[in-house]
């Protein structure tokens, strides 16, 4: 199983950034695709998710309206389409896959990509 993050980088205030995460190893079509981010001295925190069919999403509060999550089944690929960009967005962003592998519910987590805003 292989997760691979790419796209960050340093952006001005106000700027966009598209990342995408590559998948591997598994059945992507059928994972719940998220992405999280972690910015120093702060705890782990979901930016957004998408179900398997991506029917259906779930934003932070505080990126509504800003982010928008996507994903290419046929890819095995998500997105997260970042617009707007505070410097409070700053952190390493990671991509989560949640979903049965084998007969058990696996949490997958790639290695993060490093998203730094400047002002």
């Known amino acids: 199983v292989q997760l691979v993050e790419s796209g960050g980088g340093l952006v001005q205030s106000g700027g966009s950034l598209r990342l995408s995460c590559a998948a591997s190893?598994?059945?992507?079509?059928?994972?719940?695709m998220s992405w999280y981010r972690q910015a120093p001295g702060k705890e782990r925190e979901l930016v957004a998710r998408?179900?398997?069919?991506?029917?259906?999403?779930n934003y932070a509060d505080s990126v509504k309206g800003r982010f928008t999550i996507s994903r290419d089944n046929a890819k095995n690929t998500v997105y997260l389409q970042m617009n707007s960009l505070k410097p409070e967005d700053t952190a390493v962003y990671y991509c989560?896959?949640?979903?049965?592998?084998?007969?058990?519910?696996?949490?997958?987590w790639g290695q993060g990509t490093q998203v730094t805003v400047s002002s």
């Open positions: 998408m179900n398997s069919a991506g029917e259906n999403t």
């Open positions: 989560k896959a949640v979903g049965l592998y084998g007969l058990k519910l696996q949490g997958f």
């Open positions: 190893g598994f059945t992507f079509s059928t994972y719940v």
